[in-house]
């Protein structure tokens, strides 16, 4: 991984484009292009399921809801609940909306067993049932595409592999050649040849390791199938 600086990448892009010597585009606005081709190359990158972009944040409950989401959260990637009572850590479960009562069934009561599910609504994550057991829920997610800082010319982004630079650079010099109307087909399908070329080289990362079913028991709640209620 490496970290690029928005002062170099402006000089890629304006010597690309053959803008050195033309203020028609401004950094502030090769900035803007550039910072909306990094937000395409992370859909390409994060869709490829291998881990980019990971992250994790922790609160705990019972709370105060309703339970905001992360300010950078993107695409989530999985959720754990570990108990107050130093209890093991378990994987929670989304519910769906139908299923919001089902913790009002006395069997789930009676089974003292810690249950949580959670559902993702808007900017906030909805976790049930509503008495809560007290621990700590921990969120794995992908946080959203890394931004150059519009007023900060020596702004850097970090995590991107070297060479795929190329896709917000080529991006970036498109949306510039198309605002003064200039010939932008070159770009077009050199965006489309890098597209394939970073989703072939970014969808496995662990070459040394084969993929493996998931065992969804593992890391979860034991006795979670027997009170669950459909």
């Given at each position: 991984?490496?970290?690029?600086?928005?002062?170099?990448?402006?000089?890629?892009?304006?010597?690309?484009?053959?803008?050195?010597?033309?203020?028609f585009v401004s950094d502030d606005e090769l900035t803007d292009f550039l910072n909306r081709g990094l937000c395409e190359l992370w859909?390409?990158?994060?869709?490829?399921?291998?881990?980019?972009?990971?992250?994790?944040?922790?609160?705990?409950?019972p709370g105060t809801a309703p339970y905001a989401l992360p300010t950078d959260f993107y695409k989530l990637m999985g959720v754990d609940f570990t108990p107050a009572s130093g209890g093991t850590t378990s994987r929670v479960r989304p519910f769906q909306f139908q299923h919001r009562n089902q913790y009002s069934n006395p069997?789930?009561?009676?089974?003292?067993?810690?249950?949580?599910?959670?559902a993702i609504v808007g900017d906030e994550i909805k976790l049930i049932p509503?008495?809560?057991?007290?621990?700590?829920?921990k969120l794995w997610y992908v946080h959203t595409a890394?931004?150059?800082?519009?007023d900060d010319i020596s702004s850097e982004v970090a995590g991107i592999i070297p060479g795929y630079e190329e896709y917000p650079v080529t991006y970036a010099v498109m949306?510039?050649?198309?605002?003064?109307?200039?010939?932008?087909?070159?770009?077009?399908?050199n965006l489309e040849r890098l597209a394939n070329?970073?989703?072939?080289?970014?969808?496995?990362?662990?070459?040394?390791?084969?993929?493996?079913?998931?065992?969804?028991?593992?890391?979860?709640?034991?006795?979670?199938?027997?009170f669950y209620i459909g």
């Open positions: 991984m490496a970290s690029i600086v928005r002062s170099e990448m402006i000089t890629r892009v304006r010597r690309r484009g053959d803008f050195e010597n033309s203020e859909d390409i990158l994060v869709t490829s399921h291998e881990n980019y972009g990971l992250t994790d944040d922790s609160f705990d409950i069997v789930f009561k009676a089974s003292g067993i810690d249950l949580v599910e959670y509503e008495d809560l057991p007290t621990g700590t829920i890394p931004q150059f800082d519009l949306l510039a050649k198309n605002k003064e109307e200039s010939d932008i087909k070159f770009e077009v399908s070329r970073i989703t072939q080289a970014a969808t496995k990362r662990d070459v040394g390791e084969s993929t493996s079913i998931v065992d969804v028991n593992r890391g979860t709640e034991l006795y979670h199938d027997l």
